[in-house]
């Protein structure tokens, strides 16, 4: 995510982080350097020039150049400035007061991800808030859009009204606002019609769809591959069109950041969701501070501990700790554990979220098959030697080998590490992250 700008940003203030003393000739240096590396990551030159402004304003103060550690408050002033850039404090959906269903209306153009957009959007509400959510299909010009629509909504377990692509699109809406409403739904998501580029028409028909079901938030969804172009699509909207924020989608994909830094300093608009995968739980809330700490590889804790959260209940967080004190610990436990982690997310993107581990890690990817070989060793055990993979001998592991598709050595490596994970988490009594790296990294 963002990692070229990353990388540039990081090694533009390398310097300045190690210097016990720093001058403004210092300062005036790395900010040259930062504003070319936002300048290649496409963000928008007046955006660049009043960041670095402020950055050098401030970071040349007398209360900077004579503390105890210069070049940390110089990176903190980065930090609050590039989260100031993105928006500040992160906003929240606007929701109904009242009887009626929250209603959003997503806006986008062709190929920006929209519909796709809409799906994740409704599993998001779904899945973290409980809420019963329904799509609403009037992309009737696109081929496909309303099946596209129809299949995501049933992956993200959201009801979806469509009409086929005869109807006029504004009366599609307004029949799905009253059918949920009947039907009692807390959340309505528009997928309105795109185009493959700003038009009159595209904008008129926003407007009486907008008209006609009065949405709480208009969301505009904007394609952060295509950078400066994305800023100039948004401005487009804002000034023919309100909306309220923006989703930005493919930030997992070759992004430079132009998109991120530059669309609420341009259009005054917060981005409220990012799209960081193809699947649909790979969507979450943006919060300007936390990708600030991920851009300058000061890791991003708190999403970590979300995604935790969301893996593991109360209930079975107990009983895994329960199981380590009293030594109970089995591969069994080793492999559920696994499946949680897996479910977070690439383990390589959960590692960079541990500060400081994006440096050590670097261009290197995690292996995400030393996992699935893991998992067929495990697999192929009977419930007795998971449960005490002490037993396992060399016959048993001859057996364990030819059902897993691996190696004698392989086996015997996964059950002294194992032994070795057991004794130290019996020794530390908490977490299973350090452990699963221990056990994936072993060769």
């Known amino acids: 995510m963002l990692e070229t700008l990353s990388d540039r940003l990081q090694s533009a203030l390398g310097d300045v982080r190690s210097r016990g003393h720093l001058t403004e000739d210092d300062v005036a240096k790395a900010m040259r350097q930062v504003r070319l590396a936002l300048l290649e990551a496409d963000v928008n030159f007046k955006v660049v020039k009043q960041f670095t402004g402020a950055v050098k304003e401030r970071a040349t103060g007398q209360e900077v150049l004579e503390a105890l550690n210069p070049g940390q408050q110089v990176v903190k002033i980065v930090s609050e400035e590039l989260t100031a850039l993105m928006g500040g404090a992160g906003r929240d959906l606007a929701m109904s007061s009242g009887k009626g269903p929250t209603v959003i209306l997503v806006a986008g153009l062709q190929g920006s991800g929209k519909t796709t957009a809409c799906g994740k959007l409704a599993r998001h509400l779904r899945e973290e808030t409980g809420l019963d959510v329904a799509l609403a299909a009037c992309d009737v010009y696109r081929p496909a859009a309303v099946d596209q629509l129809v299949k995501v909504g049933a992956q993200a377990g959201a009801n979806v009204y469509q009409q086929g692509t005869e109807r006029d699109p504004v009366d599609i809406a307004e029949w799905a606002l009253g059918q949920a409403k009947a039907e009692g739904r807390d959340v309505l998501i528009i997928d309105t019609s795109g185009r493959l580029h700003v038009d009159a028409e595209l904008m008129e028909e926003l407007a009486r769809v907008k008209k006609r079901t009065k949405p709480h938030d208009v969301l505009l969804v904007v394609d952060a591959m295509t950078g400066q172009d994305a800023v100039n699509v948004a401005e487009q909207f804002a000034e023919t069109a309100e909306f309220d924020g923006v989703i930005l989608t493919k930030l997992d994909g070759d992004v430079r950041g132009g998109a991120a830094l530059s669309v609420k300093a341009m259009t005054g608009r917060p981005i409220l969701y990012a799209s960081t995968g193809e699947k649909l739980d790979a969507f979450e809330r943006f919060h300007p501070d936390r990708m ?152």
Request: aromatic residues 2%; charged residues 30%.
């Open 292 to 443: 600030a700490q991920r851009i300058l590889g000061m890791g991003d804790v708190m999403t970590l501990v979300e995604k935790a959260e969301r893996q593991m209940d109360e209930d079975k967080a107990a009983e895994l700790e329960r199981k380590i004190r009293k030594q109970e610990f089995t591969l069994d436990d080793f492999l559920e554990q696994m499946h949680q982690m897996r479910n977070m997310g690439p383990l390589t993107n959960l590692l960079k979220m541990i500060p400081g581990m994006g440096a050590q890690l670097g261009d290197l990817n995690v292996d995400e098959r030393e996992l699935d070989r893991l998992q067929a060793i495990i697999t192929s055990m009977t419930p007795e030697e998971r449960a005490n993979p002490t037993i396992i001998d060399g016959s048993r592991r001859r057996r364990i080998a030819r059902g897993s598709g691996t190696s004698v050595q392989a086996v015997r490596r996964l059950v002294d590490q194992f032994g070795q994970m057991n004794k130290l988490m019996r020794q530390m009594q908490k977490g299973n992250l350090g452990a699963l790296q221990q056990l994936a990294g072993g060769r």
